[in-house]
C-alpha cells in the first residue's frame, strides 16, 4: 500500500516519479516519511521495467529538509521509538545499504535519477537533490544549508556530494554561511543543469527522462557507473582508469557492435540523435 506522505507513479516506458507529500510541512521528511522514501527508491531500483526515476516535492517545494516539529516533539517527550537513535544510525563499514535520517541519502543508486526542484532545497533537502544525477531547477528555486542556524550538521552526505558536485570552494561558502542560493547562481556553479519557468519542473525532467530511455541503456549506465566510482571510490587515477575499461569493455560485445552497425548503415549522421537506422 502506498503511503500518503510518498506518492509514486510509473510508466510502462520506464519512468518512476517519486514525489515528497507533506506540503504542510513543505515536504519536510520525518522518520516515516524517510522511511517510505526509502523504500520506494529500492523499489524503483529494483525492478528492471523502470529505468529513470525523476525525485520532486508536492506543492511548490521539493523538500525543506528534516522535519525539526518532530525533532523538537521527540527532545521534550523522550520518546525514542518513532527516529531516535535507531535513525541515526552510524553508516556500516561493510558499505551494505543503509537508512539514512533522510531516507535514500546513503545510497548510490545504480540507475539514473533526475531532480524536479521547485521552492525549497535547504538543509536535508539540499542533501536529497544531492542524490539526483540531474536537477532540474525551478526559477523560484532556493538551495542551502540552512540547518547552520540550528546547530543541525550534514549527516546525509551533503558534505560529501555537494563538494564533488560544485567544487570545494563553493561548498564550503555555501556550508560555514548557510547562505540561500538562488536558481541563476545554481546553474552558474553546476548546482542546477536547467532552469526553467515556474511549474515546469517535471515536465522538463519527464523530457530529459524520454531522452535517456532512447539510448542503450547498459552503456548508459556503465559509463554512469564510472563517474561515480572515479568521484567517490577510486583509490588513484589508474584504479578509476581500470574500473572504467572493465565496466565499459563487457558493454562493447552487447550493444557497442549493434550501435556501430546502426551507425555504419546511416543512422547519426552530422550530430543527429534521431533513433533512426535507415534500414
Keep these: 500500500m502506498q503511503s500518503d506522505s510518498v ?9 518512476t ?11 519536510a521528511v520525518d522518520p516515516t516519511t524517510a522511511k517510505n522514501l526509502h523504500e520506494k527508491i529500492l523499489a524503483f531500483e529494483n525492478d528492471p521495467s523502470q529505468k529513470v526515476c525523476i525525485l520532486t516535492g508536492m506543492g511548490g517545494t521539493f523538500c525543506a529538509g528534516a522535519d525539526l516539529h518532530e525533532v523538537a516533539r521527540q527532545e521534550t517527550t523522550g520518546n525514542e521509538k ?10 556500516p563499514e561493510s558499505g551494505e545499504k543503509s537508512l539514512g535520517p533522510m531516507g535514500p541519502s546513503r545510497l548510490q543508486i545504480q540507475k539514473p535519477i533526475i531532480g524536479a526542484v521547485a521552492g525549497y532545497a535547504v538543509a536535508g533537502g539540499l542533501e536529497l537533490s544531492l542524490l539526483c544525477d540531474i536537477r532540474v531547477v525551478e526559477e523560484d528555486a532556493v538551495f542551502g544549508v540552512f540547518c547552520r ?4 550538521p550534514l549527516i546525509d552526505g551533503g558534505t560529501v556530494r555537494l563538494q564533488a558536485v560544485v567544487g570545494l570552494g563553493r561548498a564550503l561558502d555555501m556550508i560555514l554561511t548557510g547562505r540561500p542560493v538562488g536558481a541563476t547562481e545554481a546553474l552558474s556553479m553546476g548546482l542546477a543543469n536547467r532552469v526553467v519557468p515556474k511549474g515546469k519542473a517535471v515536465e522538463e525532467a519527464t523530457a530529459i527522462a524520454k531522452h535517456l530511455l532512447s539510448f542503450p541503456q547498459l552503456c548508459m549506465n556503465a559509463d554512469r557507473d564510472s563517474c561515480y566510482y572515479s568521484a567517490y571510490q577510486a583509490s588513484s587515477f589508474q ?6 575499461y572493465d565496466k565499459g569493455v563487457k558493454v562493447l560485445e552487447l550493444e557497442s557492435v549493434k550501435g556501430a552497425g546502426r ?3 546511416g543512422a547519426g549522421r552530422h550530430g543527429s540523435f534521431q533513433n ?4
Excluded at 506518492?7 to 519512468?15: A, F, M, N, R
Excluded at 518513532?82 to 553508516?91: I, L, N, R, T, V
Excluded at 584504479?239 to 572504467?244: K, N, Q, W
Excluded at 533512426?276 to 534500414?279: Q, R, T, V
Design 263 to 265: 551507425f555504419s548503415r
Design 276 to 279: 533512426k537506422s535507415h534500414l
Design 17 to 27: 516519479t517519486i514525489t515528497i507529500n507533506r506540503p504542510h510541512r513543505r515536504n
Design 239 to 244: 584504479d578509476a582508469l581500470r574500473h572504467e
Design 7 to 15: 506518492l509514486v507513479s510509473s510508466t510502462s516506458e520506464g519512468i
Design 149 to 152: 542556524r540550528w546547530g543541525v
Design 82 to 91: 518513532k527516529g531516535g537513535p535507531s535513525h541515526f544510525e552510524a553508516p
